[in-house]
């Protein structure tokens, strides 16, 4: 066995009192260093694990913000969308509008084409309006859903709509642009016909609207030019088939004569342009009624949405400060106090050291007696 050392009582007790301080020395000097009072469960239990799990809480609730944050953006691109559609939708109106002010066939048929480029372009922006892979005006496969606590218990589910076809929840279907009406006659026949005091009538819609003096000697390209005069009436021949053509209806022509007598030659193709008539205009603007009522109801539902999320989004950012603040207030060390504890604990381990050397001068007073 070792032999052992021996202590007197003094010394052992000072011995005793500087190891304490030095270890209270550094429990304070490593609160300094961490700024933390509780750096384990070692330190205190109850604390340490409360901290946690306040921390983790507020951890979790932080990675949710993340996802609020890119909801709210989701929710604002759909919102502008709406805006900027709504703004299409009217234009669209005005252009109805100013069709049925109008008494001019072609005005009314420049329009409807304005019409249709800016149902054409309602569609576009609705494809355009997504944000982050996410297209709220998209249709399906879009819906929202955004967690709010860290259990998933509490959300919010936000519905998709489809704008990228106008003719769906919108109800506003293109227009049917015109077409004219295509007739055809050989030269041959239209010759054949050929008496002094014979009348050619052209008919287009039922309605005679033009006549051409039809005599001996008149040629195809006499009639070629007279019907090219008239309005909305086009002709050309090729030498041996005159065609003829009419943007304002059915087209028809015959001659009026009591022997060589020219069949009737009908055209066909002819497709009306649905602002041709005041009801097709009137059903437009009906329909553009309705759309702007869904849009404004729908933006109105999208801004709710919008202001339940950023509501939630500002109360988990609170919510993670108090987590967080609660958690301090267990484990954080107060930097001033442990500040003065370590300037104590060096003054007592001072005092301590020269206590030691004062019981070790009285162990060597013995030495004096030799």
């Not at 691109?77 to 066939?105: H, P, Y």
């Not at 003829?244 to 087209?251: D, K, L, P, Q, W």
């Not at 022509?253 to 007598?261: E, G, P």
């Amino acid at each position: 066995m070792a032999d052992m050392i021996h202590l007197s009582s003094a010394v052992r007790q000072n011995l005793l009192s500087l190891q304490n301080t030095a270890d209270l020395m550094s429990k304070t000097q490593n609160r300094l260093a961490t700024g933390l009072k509780v750096n384990s469960a070692l330190d205190n239990p109850g604390s340490f694990f409360t901290a946690s799990a306040l921390n983790n809480r507020s951890s979790d609730l932080g990675a949710l913000l993340d996802d609020m944050g890119q909801a709210v953006q989701t929710l604002k691109a759909a919102d502008e969308g709406i805006q900027s559609i709504t703004k299409l939708v009217e234009a669209a109106k005005g252009k109805a509008n100013q069709a049925l002010q109008s008494s001019s066939t072609d005005d009314r048929r420049k329009y409807s084409n304005e019409y249709n480029e800016l149902l054409s372009q309602i569609e576009s922006l609705a494809k355009d309006a997504g944000y982050s892979g996410k297209n709220l005006l998209a249709g399906t496969g879009n819906d929202l859903s955004v967690v709010f606590n860290e259990t998933g218990t509490s959300k919010l589910s936000v519905s998709a709509v489809d704008y990228t076809d106008t003719t769906g929840a919108l109800g506003l279907s293109d227009l049917t642009t015109h077409t004219v009406s295509t007739a055809t006659v050989t030269e041959a026949n239209l010759e054949a016909g050929d008496e002094a005091g014979d009348t050619l009538s052209v008919t287009v819609g039922g309605t005679v609207v033009g006549t051409i003096a039809y005599g001996a000697g008149t040629t195809t390209e006499d009639v070629v030019t007279a019907l090219t005069a008239l309005d909305g009436v086009s002709a050309s021949t090729d030498g041996t088939t005159m065609t003829v053509t009419s943007a304002y209806g059915e087209i028809s022509i015959d001659d009026t004569n009591t022997t060589a007598n020219l069949a009737t030659v009908s055209g066909s193709g002819y497709v009306a342009n649905s602002f041709d008539t005041d009801a097709g205009i009137n059903a437009s603007l009906t329909s553009l009624t309705s759309a702007l009522s869904t849009l404004r109801s729908q933006a109105s539902t999208f801004g709710t949405n919008l202001t339940v999320v950023e509501n939630r989004q500002d109360f988990t950012t609170r919510l993670t400060n108090t987590l967080e603040e609660g958690a301090g207030k267990l484990t954080l060390a107060d930097t001033n106090e442990e500040g003065a504890n370590l300037l104590a604990l060096q003054t007592r381990q001072q005092l301590s050291s020269t206590s030691l050397s004062f019981a070790s001068q009285a162990d060597q007073n013995v030495l004096r007696l030799f």
